[in-house]
């Protein structure tokens, strides 16, 4: 910390807060001075706000606040928006304009930095190029529209440069579908440390905007843009996913008894890392219930391949379905000791081939139905992230195909591994260890009645083929 002596500030700083508000001509609205009173309680922090909140001018100011309440020698303070030139566009004229009145700034047009005494840094970022990011500390920093930025610049670069001066962070943003942005509120929501905070405004709360213009806003724009854009629902532009960030939450917050579950028959679905930086995976699913994935990290596949085999004598699980796009060297070993390994090309034949454009679309709309009709999955964001984020469309020949998994790769940031490996449970259909009798009968002490329709067909011992 500096003395009063050293950042020549012509105001007591016990009112430096209120006073250089006025100053700066920052004309807060009530919603915006509870938001700023919200955003100093917590060093951590996602304020999911609708368009046209003034959500820029906010954060610019966020930062200045803190920058000068806070007092740090050398301080570090930056605006980080998706892009430098969006950044200098629509940021950059508000830092200069809130801090011309303080006294001994100092302005860098070409680093877009205002330098204020004591050597405070208040600097313009854009995350587009984020080896730049790398090397640097934030006493703060405030991250605009999160939901266009790439995942590593929160995780890999800007995180770790907090840690040194204990920085704080906030995340502004509006909804755009499963990300980033999406899972840090979700992370703010669930926070048992005392150091998140998740806010949500939307537009008919705030009086930002007023009710006519809202009301033609969304006669222009359509109910799901405007239910996006102005009511923060994240699930908006689900219309083409597979499966919608609703369902994956909800089959998160079920809850099965093992009684429920471990007669049906346990399968693993692996699937193996396609480049250095990916994760290879393993997920145990019985019955309606996904277990916990198994992730191995820049793993080759003597390791995978022992791992699986230390988990199938732990398990054993009827099936063990591999992803065969990279795991032939896995497949390959582990077919030396069990014959339970099924290989599982993506790009394969569907079962139903009149249906589905490839095996890996088939898989993915099962598992849907799984979902649908009452699967838990573990408490995992990055999980719910992958199964909420493929869309679907229909080929030429009017077959359902999935997403391309390296375009959703670009999308939310890294290849969705654990959603894939869950999917490969689905890769076949797996007889259950009990009658069609047992599973169907309307009794108060079956737990599995009203999860399934009747069954198309039975086998000759009166089991049924089963997806779950």
């Known amino acids: 910390m500096t003395s009063d002596a050293v950042i020549k500030i012509p105001l007591p700083p016990r009112h430096l807060a209120k006073e250089v508000v006025t100053e700066w001509n920052y ?3 009530p919603i915006q001075k509870e938001i700023h009173a919200l955003l100093d309680e917590y060093r951590f922090s996602v304020l999911v706000a609708h368009r046209r909140m003034g959500k820029t001018v906010l954060a610019v100011n966020q930062m200045i606040l803190r920058a000068v309440k806070d007092r740090v020698q050398d301080g570090i303070y930056a605006y980080v928006a998706p892009f430098r030139n969006q950044a200098k566009k629509v940021a950059w004229k508000y830092l200069k304009r809130f801090t011309q009145c303080l006294q ?3 302005v860098n047009e070409s680093d877009l930095i205002v330098t204020l005494p004591g050597g405070i840094q208040l600097i313009i970022i854009g995350a587009d190029n984020p080896d730049a990011l790398r090397g640097l500390y934030f006493d703060g920093i405030v991250l605009d529209e999160v939901a266009q930025m790439r995942r590593e ?48 405004y939307r537009a008919p709360d705030t009086n930002a905007l007023p009710e006519d213009e809202l009301e033609k806003i969304r006669a222009e724009i359509g109910d799901n843009a405007y239910r996006q854009e102005f009511l923060c629902d994240f699930t908006a532009s689900s219309e083409d996913n597979l499966i919608t960030i609703d369902e994956a939450t909800e089959a998160i917050q079920r809850v099965y008894m093992p009684n429920d579950y471990l007669s049906m028959p346990s399968v693993f679905g692996v699937d193996v890392a396609r ?13 309606l219930v996904a277990k916990s994935p198994i992730v191995l990290e820049k793993a080759d596949n003597v390791t995978v391949a022992d791992r699986i085999l230390s988990l199938y004598h732990q398990h054993k699980p009827q099936y063990i379905f591999v992803d065969a796009g990279q795991g032939q060297g896995v497949i390959d070993i582990l077919r030396r000791q069990l014959n339970c390994v099924i290989e599982v090309p993506f790009g394969s034949t569907a079962n139903d081939s009149g249906k ?13 139905e799984w979902i649908r009709h009452g699967g838990q999955i573990p408490n995992i964001p990055d999980l719910v992230t992958e199964l909420s984020a493929p869309t679907y469309s229909f080929s030429v020949n009017g077959k359902i195909q999935l997403e391309k998994k390296d375009d959703i790769k670009k999308r939310i940031g890294r290849s ?22 047992q599973m169907y009968a309307d009794t108060d002490d079956n737990p599995l009645y009203g999860f399934y329709e009747a069954p198309r067909q039975l086998y000759a011992d009166g089991t049924v083929p089963s997806l779950f």
Do not use: C
């Open 104 to 106: 001994g700034r100092h």
């Open 27 to 29: 004309k807060r609205r």
């Open 416 to 437: 969705p591994d654990y959603a894939d490996a869950l999917a490969l449970t689905f890769a076949q259909e797996v007889l259950p260890r009990f009658s069609a009798r």
């Open 275 to 287: 480049f250095g930086n990916d994760r290879s995976v393993v997920i145990e699913r019985q019955g």
């Open 356 to 368: 589905y454009a490839n095996r890996r679309s088939e898989m993915w709309f099962l598992m849907r």
């Open 153 to 200: 610049v929160w995780t890999e670069i800007i995180r770790p440069a907090l840690a040194d001066h204990n920085g704080w962070a906030v995340f502004i943003g509006t909804p755009k579908g499963p990300n980033l942005f999406h899972e840090l509120y979700l992370q703010a929501q669930d926070d048992t440390t005392g150091e998140w905070t998740a806010m949500m």
